[in-house]
């Protein structure tokens, strides 16, 4: 586990398969028929290098068949700290039974009430993780008054909060 600039540690690849094992929810980011990313909360089961979802025939399904991409991200926390896991890569509307079956997901509970027909399964390309150690909770300080010198001008006072911000500059979606 190395540590990076930021004083979080890089997971090895065998942690983060196992921290996604004691977890039961984790999010599926798809790209969304308007090309923009929808990220959704499911129930999933980690299985031989992929996570398997049981879901209902829905905006997820449509959005891997259009884009076979995904990524799937879980976090929480142990003893060690907070840690965030992500796997990337292909997603595909599984078909085959005895798949289905050796994965375990046809025996996962799930938090919804909707019947979950379909499993999607998403086969790791690339897993990432981090762990980020506890800290205490530091409570804000006050600004340091400046001194002045007495020929300095004042600062000007800050605009109210009512005001807009600038507009930035976009551009139109691509067609």
């Known amino acids: 586990m190395g540590r990076t600039a930021t004083g979080s540690a890089l997971l090895r690849t065998s ?8 977890a039961a929810v984790g999010r599926l980011a798809v790209t969304g028929s308007d090309g923009m990313p ?26 891997i068949t259009a884009h076979p991409f995904a990524a ?5 926390e142990s003893d060690e700290g907070w840690w965030s896991v992500v796997v990337r890569g292909a ?5 085959d ?18 019947h979950k027909q379909h499993v999607l399964k998403v086969t790791a390309t690339t897993v990432s993780g981090r762990r980020f150690a506890h800290r205490e909770a530091i409570a804000p300080t006050a600004p340091r008054p400046v001194a002045r010198v007495a020929d300095e001008e004042p600062e000007p006072p800050e605009p109210p909060r009512s005001d807009r911000p600038d507009l930035i500059p976009s551009h139109p979606p691509r067609t």
């Open 91 to 95: 997603a595909a509307l599984m078909r």
């Open 38 to 63: 929808d990220i959704f909360p499911v129930n999933f089961v980690p299985f031989e290098g992929a996570v398997y979802i049981r879901t209902a025939p829905d905006v997820k399904v449509v959005s």
């Open 15 to 22: 942690e983060c398969w196992d921290l996604l094992e004691t």
């Open 72 to 76: 799937f991200e879980v976090d929480g």
């Open 97 to 114: 039974e005895v798949e289905i079956e050796r994965s375990g997901v046809g025996r996962l509970m799930t938090q919804s009430p909707r």
